[in-house]
């Protein structure tokens, strides 16, 4: 074989893996993570305040993950009033979970019906009338 050929099957190996990535890559689902991204946008300043007001207290939501359920601890700082936990799943929209619950010591959220991987976990709450945003990554086993 001569040089002219190795060139030619070179490019054609190229070209081809070239296209396999363009096909692999337009198959991905790319919802973007909220609809309303711009009114969200808007209101960066009260998700700073929320999430710095959670930097501030003394201790950290801490979460176990076993492979049923999730638990969320709440420290004493922030065990009083109601909570938001939205779990989002970053490839899959319509994956996404939210509940409504009371910030007690420990929240125990089922995880049966949510599938297993990655998910982006994100705790809104208020207490003593200061808002708090906790954002968390955890794998559902």
Not at 18 to 43: F, H, P
Request: positive net charge; glycine residues 4%.
């Amino acid at each position: 074989m001569n040089w002219g050929k190795g060139i030619i099957i070179a490019m054609a190996l190229f070209m081809g893996f070239i296209l396999t990535l363009v096909v692999t890559l337009m198959r991905q689902d790319v919802d973007l993570e909220i609809d309303d991204y711009y009114n969200k946008e808007l209101a960066f300043n009260e998700q700073y305040n929320a999430q710095q007001n959670y930097m501030d207290a003394a201790e950290k939501i801490t979460f176990n993950v076993t492979t049923d359920s999730l638990f969320v601890i709440f420290p004493k700082d922030l065990q009083t009033g109601k909570a938001t936990i939205q779990l989002q799943r970053p490839n899959n929209k319509q994956q996404d979970a939210q509940f409504e619950v009371k910030a007690a010591a420990l929240v125990y959220i089922p995880t049966k019906s949510l599938p297993k991987g990655v998910f982006n976990c994100t705790i809104i709450g208020k207490h003593k009338g200061k808002s708090y945003e906790y954002n968390h990554s955890l794998k559902l086993k």
